[in-house]
């Protein structure tokens, strides 16, 4: 039996290591914000190069087990005291991040500023695994993989709780680098308990392990095993990653959403590869039924904020998540072969993260990539049998399967039906029970049919059309749908209201009425009532017919309309796709109202920076996508960069309408740390307008400027700051959080 020290070191050496390895993403990530911006695809191409540098590991732990353990040691240790010759961690800002070339240059901008420490500590778990099981008497070492992901479920859960609310990114980086020596002291104390171990050890614990023979003995694996561990690492990897998509782009944008599916994949593999089993067997019996339950979120396009959607998708894939981690680790190899078998689910891990974060973007123009790897769960996931109701009734197999067959046809027909109640909407009092029936009728089913995949796969795939997959399919096919590296844009005509509105996600960016007499009129946030409105119409007024205007975010290029003749226009969008909706006529705005506007495509804090001082009289910042707002335009560098790009007396305006978040107190400190006058304006349209309620915020260096707007009593001043002014190198979003709004109604 091996020491309980021993034990214990190489607990405490795995779990330090994860910690750090997932302590270490989003502060990276946090880092390259004022680069690179905070778009989801942003964090799905961290996310790819983490995972991409976590094959680099795996594999250099793969190549390192072939040696003898002292010399696996001395390497090991060698490599990660030159390591610390590149700390602190800091990004190396002379890779170009071109826009246009965002999904090359941010994997590129990631990989050289944290290469080389990332890959030495991704090959920490699989690494002192293999060390572990060099003592004969260690046992099975695949618990440890379970408590390697229990600290990187530990470390991503701290950053945003803990760490970055309470230190800056400088303390950030150091505190990191300290535990990355803690770290190196771990593994040498780690290779110490292993310092009298024979040079080729495990290979003569494979060849004396009675319940392992042949080629498993052997540690040879066949090429239909690789193949099968390759793809159940690639599905659960790319749905994660197609799981913040989709809920960004149809559910519901939030602050921190990207946390929540990484850490439950993360949590699969605890669950998965516990030594007991228990809850394992419980979520595996369960997926079934949760995927049918669920199949109204797996394609559904609806873009319905819901609290109990949002709970029923993450249910989902944690469930799948932990399903095909269980039959993953059921098909583990024996651990002479362990650092092979590591080294495969990570190349499946990388291969699921690039299929999501660049196939998909180049390929699909919707999330189409969610339910494609939601079917192939289905073809993948074990279908325990919870009733074996042909035995039970005394059926035959063979007549077992045609009533199964009659079954799934009944299961069919009765989605066809689910989809005509769906399709006629609530026009009477019975519709949603009758939907409810019909769809736990179907269910009943297809948890009947679980014998035979062919036919649960098919009454699944029934059951995702009639719940918003042929809705879904019909919208795309009438509606111009568009997707760049920065999120996915749909155009919706409403006939009703003869209005045309940008969606980006759930959020809307622009709406222009299709009538030709009222096409100029600014609706959406920015109506003739709004903060916007009102200190537009009056820039002639404040700063003379020359006026020089500009706007950060284009959306539907409605602020366009409030120019007036003699005043000089010009646009900033990070999103080419969104300039082409206005020059190609999608929208006219542009084209009516400002023809000789000048139109600069890049991140704006970056382009706003290169611009003379003094360039404008007037700075409107509307560059927020969502309600996920990223941080680095409303940091205090940020803000020092719009006042720079104002004249003496110019006024920057801030749209900060958001459902989960009060960013009044956070413009309040920004404003007081920089001297800056500020009033803010909530306008309220009445309900069925095509004007939404919005929030915008004035700020100026003399509060004289405002002499012209406070004729209108509803400007009003900020509430008092909460907390210190945000800047690049200390934020958080956490304190300015609508809990109850983010929990009730979101």
């Keep these: 039996m091996i020491a309980p020290s021993a034990r214990a070191v190489f607990f405490a050496t795995i779990i330090t290591g994860s910690f750090l390895l997932f302590l270490v993403q989003p502060m990276v990530a946090r880092l390259a914000l004022p680069l690179v911006g905070g778009a989801p695809s942003v964090w799905n191409s961290a996310m790819l190069t983490y995972q991409t540098l976590l094959l680099g590991g795996y594999g250099y732990a793969l190549w390192l087990s072939n040696k003898p353990v002292k010399r696996q040691a001395a390497i090991h240790i060698t490599l990660l005291l030159l390591a610390v010759l590149t700390l602190p961690i800091t990004l190396r800002e002379w890779v170009p991040t071109r826009s246009g070339l965002e999904a090359v240059t941010i994997p590129l901008l990631l990989l050289v500023s944290i290469g080389p420490v990332f890959g030495l500590v991704s090959a920490q778990a699989p690494l002192?695994?293999?060390?572990?099981?060099?003592?004969?008497?260690?046992?099975?070492?695949?618990?440890?993989?379970?408590?390697?992901?229990?600290?990187?479920?530990?470390?991503?859960?701290?950053?945003?709780?803990?760490?970055?609310?309470?230190f800056s990114t400088h303390a950030q980086v150091w505190a990191w680098s300290i535990g990355f020596c803690g770290l190196i002291a771990l593994v040498c104390l780690a290779a110490w308990t292993r310092r009298g171990v024979a040079a080729h050890v495990v290979a003569t614990v494979a060849d004396t392990a009675g319940e392992h023979a042949g080629e498993e003995q052997a540690g040879l694996v066949s090429r239909a095993q690789i193949a099968l561990w390759l793809v159940l690492s690639a599905v659960p990897s790319g749905l994660m990653l197609s799981t913040t998509t989709h809920l960004t782009t149809d559910i519901v944008a939030m602050p921190l959403l990207w946390v929540i599916p990484l850490a439950l994949y993360l949590l699969s593999f605890i669950v998965a590869f516990a030594s007991r089993?228990?809850?394992?067997?419980l979520v595996l019996c369960a997926t079934p039924m949760l995927m049918l339950v669920g199949a109204r979120v797996m394609m559904s396009s609806k873009q319905q904020a819901s609290i109990f959607l949002l709970l029923l998708t993450l249910v989902l894939v944690f469930a799948i998540c932990t399903a095909l981690h269980s039959r993953l680790y059921s098909l583990r190899p024996h651990f002479s072969a362990l650092t092979k078998f590591y080294?495969?689910?990570?190349?499946?891990?990388?291969?699921?993260?690039?299929?999501?974060?660049?196939?998909?973007?180049?390929?699909?123009?919707?999330?189409w990539e969610h339910p494609l790897l939601l079917l192939a769960a289905a073809l993948l996931v074990p279908l325990p049998v919870l009733v074996d109701w042909p035995a039970r009734l005394g059926?035959?197999?063979?007549?077992?399967?045609?009533?199964?067959?009659?079954?799934?046809?009944?299961?069919?027909?009765?989605?066809?039906?689910?989809?005509?109640?769906?399709?006629?909407?609530?026009?009477?009092?019975?519709?949603?029970?009758?939907?409810?029936?019909?769809?736990?009728?179907?269910?009943?089913?297809?948890?009947?049919?679980?014998?035979?995949?062919?036919?649960?796969?098919?009454?699944?795939?029934?059951?995702?059309?009639?719940?918003g997959g042929v809705e879904t399919i019909a919208s795309l096919a009438h509606s111009d749908a568009r997707r760049s590296y920065f999120g996915i844009y749909r155009i919706q005509d409403d006939p009703v209201t003869r209005s045309r509105a940008m969606m980006h996600g759930t959020t809307v960016h622009g709406v222009q009425s299709l009538d030709p007499a009222k096409r100029r009129t600014p609706l959406s946030y920015y109506g003739v009532n709004s903060g916007a409105g009102l200190v537009l119409a009056k820039t002639e007024a404040m700063f003379g017919a020359?006026?020089?205007?500009?706007?950060?975010?284009?959306?539907?290029?409605?602020?366009?309309?409030?120019?007036?003749?003699?005043?000089?226009?010009?646009?900033?969008?990070?999103?080419?796709?969104?300039?082409?909706?206005?020059?190609?006529?999608?929208?006219?705005?542009?084209?009516?109202?400002?023809?000789?506007?000048?139109?600069?495509?890049?991140?704006?804090?970056?382009?706003?920076a290169k611009l003379p001082k003094a360039t404008?009289?007037?700075?409107?910042?509307?560059?927020?996508?969502?309600?996920?707002?990223?941080?680095?335009?409303?940091?205090?560098?940020?803000?020092?960069?719009?006042?720079?790009?104002?004249?003496?007396?110019?006024?920057?305006?801030?749209?900060?309408?958001?459902?989960?978040?009060?960013?009044?107190?956070?413009?309040?400190?920004?404003?007081?740390?920089?001297?800056?006058?500020?009033?803010?304006?909530?306008?309220?349209?009445?309900?069925?307008?095509?004007?939404?309620?919005?929030?915008?915020?004035?700020?100026?260096?003399?509060?004289?400027?405002?002499?012209?707007?406070?004729?209108?009593?509803?400007?009003?001043?900020?509430m008092p700051p909460q907390g210190p002014a945000w800047t690049d190198d200390h934020a958080s979003v956490l304190p300015y959080i609508l809990w109850r709004q983010l929990i009730l109604k979101p």
């Design 128 to 166: 002192m695994q293999r060390w572990y099981v060099a003592d004969p008497e260690a046992g099975e070492p695949w618990w440890l993989y379970s408590i390697s992901n229990f600290g990187s479920f530990a470390g991503l859960l701290a950053y945003p709780l803990l760490v970055e609310p309470l």
């Design 277 to 281: 089993q228990t809850v394992a067997r």
């Design 343 to 367: 080294f495969v689910m990570s190349l499946g891990g990388a291969l699921g993260g690039a299929f999501t974060a660049l196939v998909a973007p180049l390929v699909f123009s919707w999330t």
């Design 395 to 467: 059926i035959a197999q063979a007549r077992a399967r045609l009533h199964a067959l009659g079954l799934a046809v009944i299961g069919l027909l009765l989605s066809v039906w689910l989809l005509a109640v769906a399709n006629a909407g609530p026009s009477t009092g019975w519709a949603p029970g009758l939907e409810l029936a019909l769809m736990a009728a179907i269910v009943l089913i297809g948890l009947a049919c679980l014998a035979w995949r062919t036919l649960f796969v098919t009454l699944l795939c029934g059951l995702v059309l009639a719940q």
């Design 546 to 608: 020359k006026a020089r205007v500009g706007v950060v975010g284009l959306g539907g290029g409605t602020l366009a309309c409030y120019a007036r003749p003699g005043q000089v226009w010009t646009f900033f969008e990070i999103d080419p796709v969104v300039w082409d909706y206005s020059r190609d006529g999608t929208f006219t705005f542009l084209r009516d109202c400002t023809p000789d506007a000048k139109v600069i495509i890049g991140d704006a804090r970056l382009e706003l």
């Design 616 to 718: 404008f009289d007037v700075l409107a910042v509307d560059a927020f996508s969502s309600d996920s707002i990223p941080l680095h335009l409303l940091t205090d560098e940020a803000l020092g960069i719009y006042t720079n790009a104002l004249a003496q007396n110019g006024v920057l305006l801030i749209h900060i309408s958001n459902r989960f978040m009060r960013l009044e107190p956070a413009i309040a400190a920004l404003a007081r740390k920089r001297g800056l006058s500020a009033l803010q304006l909530i306008d309220r349209p009445a309900k069925g307008s095509l004007t939404r309620a919005s929030q915008w915020v004035v700020l100026a260096r003399d509060p004289a400027t405002f002499s012209t707007l406070r004729a209108d009593k509803r400007w009003q001043p900020l």
